[in-house]
């Protein structure tokens, strides 16, 4: 092989990652895996896909190195094969909010208005979570709170929050968290709590956001309800 032909292999094989995520599903489910592992039927929900089709997007991402497989018993997992690819999918997100001229207008159609919304940053919030001043919550789904999840956190699905709003302390400001940067789950928790009279701010990011950040991480089981 010629010195040109092995150099466009290296950049062929560079361009092999780059096309894994030349998806827009794939690059949802890298999304979800940056929380933790999940079963391929799960990962078919979070995505609105059949099973056949997150099994065949699942297995271009494996192609490509991008994620690795555990198996319980008949049961497969998928996580993604290292940080370094989560790494990926940050710096790709920051790249299309930089550059991306439509990618404002898009993500406030799915976001909503988020200017109304009070939003606390990682530091913060470690602070007054070692000072008692706050109760967070992981709005997650909550196969990804075991996977991971701020320590002192309690777990309460978003779909399960309105029912669960009464049995949070009283008087005392609730930091709603979920993904990252777009997803919802914390906003749609922010907006209820304050309908019902509580103060309520959103995790700037995410969870993937604050372990990058080497701040405190838990993966017990719940401390408050499962």
Sequence with gaps: ??????????FDAFADVAKALGNGRRAELVDVLA???????????????????TSFHLRALAAAGMVTTRR????????????RVADLWSALRDVAAAHHESLDELAAAYLGDRTRL????????AERIAAGEVIV???????????????????????DLAANVAALPPD?????????????FADDAVR????????????EGGFPEWRRARLPVDTAVDHGRR
Excluded: W
Excluded at 1 to 9: N, T
Excluded at 172 to 184: D, H, L, Q, W
Excluded at 192 to 203: N, P, Q, V
């Design 1 to 10: 092989m010629g010195d040109r032909q092995a150099k466009d292999a290296v």
């Design 172 to 184: 005392v400001e609730v930091v709603a968290y979920c993904r990252g940067p777009y997803c919802v």
């Design 72 to 83: 319980d018993g008949t049961r497969i997992f998928y996580r993604l094969a290292s940080e």
């Design 118 to 125: 009070d939003e606390i940053g990682r530091e913060e919030l």
């Design 35 to 53: 929380q933790g592992e999940r079963h391929v039927d799960d990962l078919a929900g979070e995505i609105g896909q059949s099973v056949a089709n």
């Design 192 to 203: 209820l709590l304050r309908r019902r009279g509580r103060t309520a701010s959103r995790l």
């Design 137 to 159: 919550v992981d709005v997650r789904p909550a196969a990804e709170y075991a996977s991971g999840h701020i320590a002192g956190a309690v777990s309460i699905p978003i779909d």
